[in-house]
């Protein structure tokens, strides 16, 4: 592989765990009643 193809998967990787996150984050901010969820 070259070095720009790891790159660019490392990119698409970060910018997945980027969604994922903010998603979590929305999701916990949303369920109140588990407020010990996720930490």
């Known amino acids: 592989m070259h070095k720009d ?3 660019d ?3 698409l990787i ?3 765990i ?3 996150l903010d998603r979590c984050i929305k999701y916990k901010h949303r369920t ?3 407020p ?3 930490e």
Do not use: K, N, P
Request: net charge negative; proline share 0%.
């Open 9 to 11: 998967r490392l990119y």
């Open 36 to 38: 010990h969820l996720g």
């Open 5 to 7: 193809e790891i790159t």
């Open 32 to 34: 109140t009643s588990f």
């Open 18 to 20: 980027d969604v994922i």
């Open 14 to 16: 970060a910018e997945a």
